[in-house]
């Protein structure tokens, strides 16, 4: 009986000991893995803090009499929708402009209008990266921020350069979740790409990628951000400049979020000096 015992508590000492071993080399194979720049904010979601960090938005209607939903093919072999604005003369300009965390929402029509206005003779189109979904809270932003697929949203932006067209002059613009995929669009653009902004996005941190943008970056951040924090924006101005590529870097004295009016901690000083400066760099790279 006893050396019945002794083997059954030898079996299950050798078992625990292989399954930490296993779990510990599971553990650290996942480690090698380092999380791409959309992966990492995408994460954040996760973190409680960052989701009660984001106010409910309040809520805006738009409703506009140039702008209509198009429906484009993906590389994937899918298809997306996005929101035009089609220039009012014939023009190899285009901006694509990227939403937030809350999908592609009135506000967003609102803005890209505003830009569309502002910019004068070119093309804008407000891609989906949700396909379809909206959220009007936190919690289902958080939801749908996590639950893109990077591939799918890769296959969406492709897809919007090849509606766009080879010949087109393509800047970019992103608030947010938009604002990193802002700056990796304008990496998938390739030789296309005259001009990216990203406000409060989650930057690109490899160099090597970063040296292939064809484009110099304006950068829209915020000092009160406690996840794209300034530590964040320093590593990002480092790494540009290790690249030899310029930032127009502007920080303000404001919380992430800041250039959204339907934002309970909108700000509307430091908005308006960030879409002047917007204006002044696209203005110049989309004649």
């Known amino acids: 009986m006893k050396k019945h015992l ?3 508590l030898l079996a299950v000492c050798c078992l625990s000991v292989f399954g930490q071993s296993k779990m510990a080399c599971c553990h650290n194979t996942s480690s090698k893995v380092t999380p791409t720049a959309t992966q990492r904010f995408a994460m954040l979601a996760s973190n409680n803090s960052f989701r009660m960090a984001h ?3 309040v809520k805006m209607h738009f409703q506009s009499s140039i702008g209509k939903v198009v429906n484009y093919k993906t590389s994937d072999g899918l298809t997306a929708n996005a929101y035009e604005l089609k220039a009012k003369k014939p023009t190899n300009n285009y901006l694509i402009v990227i939403h937030e965390w809350y999908g592609l929402n009135d506000f967003i029509k609102k803005e890209s209008e505003k830009l569309y206005n502002d910019l004068g003779n070119v093309n804008v189109l407000a891609l989906d990266l949700y396909d379809g979904k909206v959220a009007d809270n936190r919690q289902d932003a958080g939801k749908y921020m996590q639950a893109v697929k990077e591939s799918r ?7 919007a350069l090849a509606y766009a067209g080879p010949k087109a002059h393509i ?7 938009g604002g990193g995929w802002s700056l990796q669009s304008a990496l998938m653009a390739g030789k296309q790409n005259v001009a990216c902004v990203m406000y409060y996005g989650m930057p690109e941190q490899n160099v090597d990628r970063l040296k292939t943008l064809n484009a110099d970056v304006l950068g829209n951040f915020a000092n009160k951000d406690q996840f794209i924090n300034t530590k964040i924006v320093a590593q990002f101005k480092e790494n540009m400049d290790k690249a030899g590529k310029k930032l127009y870097l502007h920080q303000y004295d404001a919380d992430h979020g800041f250039a959204n009016p339907s934002n309970p901690i909108y700000n509307s000083e430091a908005t308006k000096d960030a879409y002047a400066h917007t204006l002044v760099y696209l203005k110049a790279r989309l004649k």
Do not use: E, R
Not at 153 to 159: D, L, N, R, V
Not at 171 to 177: K, S, Y
């Open 6 to 8: 002794l083997l059954l």
């Open 55 to 57: 106010l409910n938005p």
């Open 153 to 159: 949203a890769q296959s969406i932006i492709k897809g």
């Open 171 to 177: 800047a970019t613009l992103g608030w947010c979740f």
